[in-house]
């Protein structure tokens, strides 16, 4: 017996989007969510640390503010309690120096003659030639490539905006974008940049992309990335990122939605090729559709009865590939960081990083499931965004070593015994290594450390099944696994083999990062 409209297992971002939307529309929509909280991987707990509002796991909003379900249910949010902080830094580098106190740093600016002037203080000319550039991609290319990656890239819809985008830019600039589009990080920073400090600018975020620096399409990422950062920043909501959360949570609940934690499903039931609805908690709840917000691992090898999976998919479902860990230690201090330049504590991310080879040896030490010597570090300094998240003159970082091994065998730097994966005893000592490394550029900084907490990449997966091994992206993000390959090659974006199964979440096209689009698009394609 038909109990809902619309089922959506999980309740991520893409699952509480799909969920507004679909609300709006008049659908009766319930979302089961295994875990005690609803949100997925936007958790603000005042319960780690007491006195502060502690992000534990995403925490910026660019991609959303950017992308089509904000755009579409601004004001609806807005009316729910939904407020964005900002800074005019939302990033920066430091690279130690060979003794303390000889660290440098590198800031970028929403203010871009700030940025070009920045640039230029290090390295004369690369600050103009990144205005340059900028400028080209955003003027030629920007357009086609953003709305490819927040649109529906199924049959026609991807044929009518290739069509469009190839007669706007004409033949040659259509070309040079296929190219540029395949080129890596490095050699496009290679190729145009004489700075070391300029690449250790922009080199780090291609972590924030689920890529290495040596990955095919990491150049164009990183123009993408930089172009959204100009325009709106690193937005951040006030109060704590489970606002948004809470915004679409009463949107749906207004609308008639009903949202339950605790509710582990099961199963989704199919029968004659159609989805029938789902068991949760071992109860069986009928549904027209169903909208699952998992990696494919989970649905086709868990959720949905093997018999009934075609080989084909089966096969594909066992080639999709899981990228690196992520190593993560929320950090509060006494006092905000003694960093070596006052600048950076504006900043919302700062990278430390030994630069663009060191970060392709820590990618290459986490493939070889080996712990990095020196990992490229990203600092999340969420009070410079949000001052209300702590007590005045105290601060909270959020640090991130995003090239780790899903499961460590060894030790890059031969320090650590690692005799069963991320125990309690490799988890503290590796925390202790990357702390050394901030003491290294900011000196005194250990003994500023009031309380921390550890998550490895095996505490990760545990509190979200589509963390896979730690991978916070769910799944790699290499061209064979993106766009319209994301997730499978043979199958279009979030269709299944079954009528009314829709497959959403970071594990399907447009990728991951926190905008929702995945979930907006499927719900706009519901009626």
Request: glycine share 10%; with cysteine.
């Given at each position: 017996?038909?109990?809902?409209?619309?089922?959506?297992?999980?309740?991520?971002?893409?699952?509480?989007?799909?969920?507004?939307?679909?609300?709006?529309?008049?659908?009766?929509?319930?979302?089961?969510?295994?875990?005690?909280?609803?949100?997925?991987?936007?958790?603000?707990?005042?319960?780690?640390?007491?006195?502060?509002?502690?992000?534990?796991?995403?925490?910026?909003?660019?991609?959303?503010?950017?992308?089509?379900?904000?755009?579409?249910?601004?004001?609806?949010?807005?009316?729910?309690?939904?407020?964005?902080?900002?800074?005019?830094?939302?990033?920066?580098?430091?690279?130690?120096?060979?003794?303390?106190?000889?660290?440098?740093?590198?800031?970028?600016?929403?203010?871009?003659?700030?940025?070009?002037?920045?640039?230029?203080?290090?390295?004369?000319?690369?600050?103009?030639?990144?205005?340059?550039?900028?400028?080209?991609?955003?003027?030629?290319?920007?357009?086609?490539?953003?709305?490819?990656?927040?649109?529906?890239?199924?049959?026609?819809?991807?044929?009518?905006?290739?069509?469009?985008?190839?007669?706007?830019?004409?033949?040659?600039?259509?070309?040079?974008?296929?190219?540029?589009?395949?080129?890596?990080?490095?050699?496009?920073?290679?190729?145009?940049?004489?700075?070391?400090?300029?690449?250790?600018?922009?080199?780090?975020?291609?972590?924030?992309?689920?890529?290495?620096?040596?990955?095919?399409?990491?150049?164009?990422?990183?123009?993408?990335?930089?172009?959204?950062?100009?325009?709106?920043?690193?937005?951040?909501?006030?109060?704590?990122?489970?606002?948004?959360?809470?915004?679409?949570?009463?949107?749906?609940r207004d609308h008639g939605g009903v949202l339950f934690t605790r509710a582990q499903v099961d199963s989704i039931t199919v029968e004659n090729d159609k989805v029938t609805g789902v068991l949760v908690n071992g109860e069986r709840v009928g549904a027209d559709y169903v909208l699952a917000n998992v990696t494919p691992t989970q649905l086709y090898g868990q959720l949905i009865h093997k018999d009934l999976v075609p080989a084909a998919i089966s096969r594909e479902t066992r080639e999709y590939r899981y990228g690196r860990g992520d190593f993560v230690i929320h950090l509060t201090l006494d006092a905000p960081p003694h960093w070596p330049d006052d600048r950076l504590l504006e900043a919302g991310v700062i990278h430390i990083t030994d630069g663009l080879d060191g970060l392709s040896q820590s990618c290459?030490?986490?493939?070889?499931?080996?712990?990095?010597?020196?990992?490229?570090?990203?600092?999340?300094?969420?009070?410079?965004?949000?001052?209300?998240?702590?007590?005045?003159?105290?601060?909270?970082?959020?640090?991130?070593?995003?090239?780790?091994?899903?499961?460590?065998?060894?030790?890059?730097?031969?320090?650590?015994?690692?005799?069963?994966?991320?125990?309690?005893?490799?988890?503290?000592?590796?925390?202790?290594?990357?702390?050394?490394?901030?003491?290294?550029?900011?000196?005194?900084?250990?003994?500023?450390?009031?309380?921390?907490?550890?998550?490895?990449?095996?505490?990760?997966?545990?509190?979200?099944?589509?963390?896979?091994?730690?991978?916070?992206?769910?799944?790699?993000?290499?061209?064979?696994?993106?766009?319209?390959?994301?997730?499978?090659?043979?199958?279009?974006?979030?269709?299944?083999?079954?009528?009314?199964?829709?497959?959403?979440?970071?594990?399907?096209?447009?990728?991951?990062?926190?905008?929702?689009?995945?979930?907006?698009?499927?719900?706009?394609?519901?009626?």
């Amino acid at each position: 017996m038909k109990a809902f409209d619309v089922i959506i297992v999980g309740s991520g971002i893409n699952s509480l989007t799909a969920g507004a939307i679909l609300s709006k529309q008049g659908k009766k929509v319930a979302i089961f969510e295994r875990n005690h909280w609803l949100g997925g991987n936007i958790l603000t707990d005042e319960t780690v640390f007491p006195g502060f509002r502690t992000d534990v796991l995403s925490a910026y909003h660019t991609l959303f503010v950017t992308g089509p379900a904000y755009q579409e249910c601004k004001d609806d949010l807005t009316a729910h309690g939904l407020r964005y902080r900002n800074t005019p830094v939302p990033t920066a580098s430091i690279v130690p120096g060979r003794a303390a106190g000889d660290a440098r740093s590198i800031l970028f600016y929403t203010d871009r003659q700030r940025t070009i002037e920045e640039i230029n203080r290090h390295t004369p000319g690369d600050g103009d030639l990144f205005g340059t550039l900028l400028d080209e991609f955003q003027e030629l290319y920007a357009d086609l490539v953003i709305n490819t990656l927040t649109s529906d890239v199924r049959g026609w819809d991807a044929v009518k905006l290739g069509t469009k985008g190839m007669f706007s830019l004409g033949p040659s600039n259509s070309l040079e974008l296929l190219g540029m589009a395949m080129r890596s990080a490095r050699i496009w920073l290679d190729m145009n940049f004489k700075g070391e400090m300029t690449k250790a600018l922009l080199a780090p975020w291609v972590l924030h992309l689920g890529q290495s620096p040596d990955d095919a399409t990491s150049s164009l990422m990183i123009q993408v990335v930089f172009s959204l950062l100009e325009k709106v920043g690193l937005p951040m909501p006030e109060g704590g990122g489970s606002r948004m959360a809470e915004a679409w949570i009463k949107i749906i609940r207004d609308h008639g939605g009903v949202l339950f934690t605790r509710a582990q499903v099961d199963s989704i039931t199919v029968e004659n090729d159609k989805v029938t609805g789902v068991l949760v908690n071992g109860e069986r709840v009928g549904a027209d559709y169903v909208l699952a917000n998992v990696t494919p691992t989970q649905l086709y090898g868990q959720l949905i009865h093997k018999d009934l999976v075609p080989a084909a998919i089966s096969r594909e479902t066992r080639e999709y590939r899981y990228g690196r860990g992520d190593f993560v230690i929320h950090l509060t201090l006494d006092a905000p960081p003694h960093w070596p330049d006052d600048r950076l504590l504006e900043a919302g991310v700062i990278h430390i990083t030994d630069g663009l080879d060191g970060l392709s040896q820590s990618c290459v030490d986490a493939s070889r499931q080996v712990l990095p010597h020196w990992p490229t570090l990203t600092l999340g300094q969420h009070m410079a965004v949000d001052p209300s998240r702590g007590p005045q003159g105290t601060w909270i970082l959020s640090v991130q070593a995003q090239t780790v091994p899903n499961v460590p065998v060894g030790d890059a730097a031969g320090q650590i015994t690692i005799t069963n994966g991320w125990t309690d005893d490799v988890n503290e000592a590796y925390a202790d290594r990357i702390i050394d490394q901030i003491e290294a550029v900011a000196p005194g900084f250990r003994r500023q450390i009031t309380d921390r907490l550890i998550m490895s990449p095996t505490r990760l997966n545990e509190l979200n099944p589509n963390m896979v091994g730690g991978d916070i992206y769910s799944g790699a993000c290499t061209i064979d696994q993106f766009l319209i390959w994301r997730p499978f090659k043979r199958m279009m974006p979030h269709e299944t083999p079954f009528a009314n199964l829709f497959h959403i979440g970071a594990s399907t096209h447009p990728g991951p990062g926190l905008a929702g689009t995945s979930g907006y698009l499927v719900a706009k394609g519901i009626h």
